[in-house]
């Protein structure tokens, strides 16, 4: 394998590692605090990628980006805050809540991804390139539009850890995560923290699926395939630290990649579910995690 080729498969794997880092994150942080698995966050991706053309797109309202960005993220917040209110909130006592909320999270899903067909249509979009470009040096490239993504992921995962370590709300979600019973004793507003986990949750889907959006083309089922891949780094990092899932979707970015160019797009992601297979043998809390629930 020459040079340049190693260099543009660990470029594209830690492009691909930022994204499912992204994604990861918001699904982490709803299961750490609430307990639950939120499959809605498939169309979360998807509802940011087309909120996103819609402010962004010449043919749409023409906004620049980083506005339409900005936009889409108040946007998600509040459908994740309504989620949590008409989806969660009322099952939360229950003692089956993991098993109804599956099936309400599911059913928002398909309500999402069909408000999407009925608004949007079906044919495929793109959002408008962050940048046109790119560095060479040697026969070595580099789109501009992928150094501004990495950036801007970067930026936005630690902003959320930095928010959740050192500011008073993340503080207390990270005590809600810990121990909601405690919590409550102590006067914290539990089902408030917990929309505001699901809003946080929908912003980190939402700036994913824009990201998504400016590099290939858009359709209203596009929140699957990325949904799968986020279980997939979720389980295999673990959910001990907000750092866990981060680390290991660079992993398995970086071993898509590579499964990518030496077996085949088609075979790569057996190649991920084996890998998530013999980890979980090896380690059942996953590559990184502990035996608790933790931010």
């Known amino acids: 394998m020459d040079p340049v080729t190693l260099f543009s498969i660990i470029k594209g794997g830690i492009v691909l590692g930022a994204l499912y880092a992204l994604m ?8 750490t605090t609430l307990g639950i698995f939120n499959f809605a966050h498939g169309a979360f991706i998807a509802l940011g990628a087309y909120v996103a053309w819609q402010f962004s797109a010449t043919d749409a309202f023409g906004w620049p980006l980083a506005l339409g960005i900005i936009a889409t993220s108040l946007v998600m917040f509040a459908i994740g805050a309504f989620l ?15 098993l109804i909320t599956v099936i ?8 999402l991804e069909n408000v999407l067909l009925v608004i949007w249509g079906p044919r495929s979009k793109q959002i408008p390139k962050m940048a046109e470009g ?36 993340g503080r207390a979600m ?3 995560s810990q121990n909601r019973e405690a919590a409550q004793l102590l006067g914290l507003n539990v089902p408030m923290y917990f929309a505001l986990v699901l809003g946080l949750s929908a912003v980190t889907a939402g700036l994913a699926g824009v990201f998504i959006g400016t590099i290939r083309f858009m359709n209203p089922a596009m929140g699957s395939e990325p949904l799968m891949k986020a279980l997939i780094v979720v389980i295999f990092g673990g959910v001990a630290r907000f750092s866990s899932p981060i680390y290991a979707a660079f992993i ?17 992601p057996a190649v991920l ?5 013999v980890v979980l043998l090896i380690k059942p809390e996953g590559l990184f995690g502990k035996y608790q ?3």
């Open 24 to 31: 990861a994150t918001g699904l982490s942080l709803v299961w």
């Open 84 to 98: 949590h209110l008409t989806l969660v909130k009322p099952f939360e006592r229950r003692s089956d809540v993991v």
């Open 104 to 111: 309400t999270t599911l059913a928002g899903s398909a309500i």
């Open 134 to 169: 790119e560095l060479a040096v040697g026969g070595f490239h580099l789109a501009l539009s992928e150094i501004i993504l990495l950036v801007l992921v970067l930026a936005i995962l630690v902003g959320v850890g930095a928010f959740l370590r050192y500011s008073r709300p």
């Open 174 to 176: 990270r005590a809600v």
């Open 252 to 268: 398995i970015g970086l071993l898509e990649a590579f499964s990518i160019y030496f077996v085949g797009l088609y075979w790569a």
């Open 273 to 277: 579910f084996f890998t998530m297979i």
């Open 293 to 295: 629930r933790t931010l």
